[in-house]
């Protein structure tokens, strides 16, 4: 897939590009920056080295979309976008990103979400799904503005990293509302809501 170069509101780059096996180190180095205190909300233990080899191998084989987003080297952001197989859900798919809160309020996860919009458009989506745990509280915020919308609550449905049971939290948005999100998206990205060598939304 085709790397991207943002320009932010800072006027700072970022590059968002494919993951790849080449990663792992930066990889390694971004999910374990995370407090443990917010990595045991994760769906699984990014700081071990054989799941983020499975999680390069997935992206390199075409499995699961996964981009990262980059400056000066360092990998700032991470999402995946993983296409449902079933016929009858070929339409839709399943977003997860993770910014660190040090990297929030800089516009990094608009940009990411622009990446993946145009992902998703260009394979004829019409509807993205994230589902995420309850105490994830900054992942609502986010989501909510680029225009998903609650989908329901699934009360003591997963458990975190340490074992505990914690609410599952559903939220989902049609291509046609992300599109509507645009303009909130376009105030945290330079030159008149565009990227460098990107496609407008």
Known sequence: ???KTFRLKNKSLIVIRDLSSDDLDNALAFFSAIPESQRKYFRSDVT???HLKDRAKQAESGKIIRRV???NGEIVGDASLEIETDTWKSSSAYLRMVVPKNH???GIQFAMAKDMYDIAHNQKLEKITTKFMRPQKELM???TNLGFRM???LPDY???QEGHEQDMVVMAASLEELRSAHRFIGDWLD???SSVGAGEM
């Open 1 to 3: 897939m085709n790397q």
């Open 48 to 50: 071990d080295k054989n």
């Open 69 to 71: 987003a980059e400056t």
């Open 104 to 106: 929030l309020g800089k």
């Open 141 to 143: 915020d986010i989501y």
């Open 151 to 153: 989908e329901g609550v």
């Open 158 to 160: 997963v458990h975190d």
């Open 191 to 193: 030159n008149d809501h």
